[in-house]
């Protein structure tokens, strides 16, 4: 049996945000900081550290997952996604960014980018989603300052237009 030392470095290779990254990290580093100091993607926000505000979601193979509670040797080989991700060039916001900007749905923005992970991937999974059911998923977010009303209201009208652009003839 092989005994890892505390100081001997893991080499981690992934996908994050279409581009194929790679680093190296103790055995014991969490996705978060291997995302944030090892990558550069600081969207990805440290809060809480146990779960439960939400602040570092990503989404890993397509699941939202709380990067402070994954090592980041757990994300060998996966496909990641992160804030920085949501933009298909860089620059312009996603639709449902836009959103969160013309609703007033963020105010401090330190728990803005897990929420937007965790919105993406419900209007992905459910694109006729219900108010009832944004609020079920921002349970999961603590935000201190915006009163989730500008969140919902944002996510409501990313879904609406997105259908009404579903069922305008091409």
């Known amino acids: 049996m092989k005994v890892i030392r505390k100081d001997e470095a893991t080499a981690v290779s992934c996908v994050v945000n279409g581009e194929r990254v790679s680093g190296s990290c103790e055995p014991r580093t969490l996705l978060t900081d291997f995302l944030r100091h090892e990558i550069g993607a600081t969207g990805v926000h440290v809060g809480c550290e146990h779960g439960v505000c939400g602040a570092c979601t990503i989404l890993l193979n397509g699941r939202s997952v709380r990067a402070c509670l994954t090592f980041a040797v757990q ?41 937007l992970i965790s919105m993406t ?11 009832d059911r944004v609020r079920d998923v921002l349970s999961g977010h603590l935000c201190r300052c915006t009163g989730y009303e500008g969140i919902v209201d944002a996510v409501l009208d990313v879904a609406a237009q997105r259908a009404h652009e579903e069922s305008e003839p091409a």
Request: glycine share 10%.
């Open 121 to 131: 991937q419900l209007l992905t999974e459910e694109p006729m989603v219900t108010e």
């Open 75 to 115: 994300a060998q080989g996966a496909d990641i996604e992160t804030v920085e991700g949501l933009s298909l060039d860089g620059a312009a916001l996603s639709d449902l960014q836009a959103a969160f900007r013309k609703r007033h749905a963020l105010q401090c923005g330190f728990c803005t980018p897990g929420i």
